[in-house]
């Protein structure tokens, strides 16, 4: 009759309805473990780039740092460089100073001689006997 066939149109319906009840939860659960996989490979990945970026950044400040130290040993080169050119330098004039000073002491001492000379009187007339 009518009633038992919607009687059992109304089972059928709830069995299926029971039955796709079913499928969309074990797909949620299913899209849940896929979700929860791929946010730990995606966690995974993203920790291995962030330790390739540290690794990066401590090779770029090492990297600096070299460059640094190599400026600062260039520069200290090109300081130590023209140090020693200035103690040449300074070296030479002061033997130049020298140099003009010995000849200074030269001139002095032969004014000084002839004018000790001058001052002293004149030997004495050779005795006659």
Do not use: C, N, W, Y
């Amino acid at each position: 009759t009518a009633t038992t066939a919607a009687a059992s149109l109304l089972r059928d319906t709830e069995a299926a309805r029971q039955f796709a009840l079913q499928q969309l939860q074990r797909r949620e659960a299913e899209l849940q473990q896929a979700a929860h996989s791929e946010q730990q490979q995606l966690m995974q990945k993203l920790e291995a780039l962030q330790r390739e970026k540290e690794r990066e950044l401590r090779a770029r400040i090492a990297a600096q740092k070299l460059q640094a130290a190599g400026d600062s040993t260039a520069d200290l080169d090109h300081l130590q460089e023209a140090s020693r050119r200035e103690l040449q330098e300074a070296a030479a004039e002061r033997e130049r100073l020298l140099a003009m000073q010995r000849q200074i002491m030269g001139e002095v001492d032969g004014l000084t001689a002839a004018l000790v000379q001058r001052q002293q009187p004149p030997p004495p007339p050779p005795q006659q006997q």
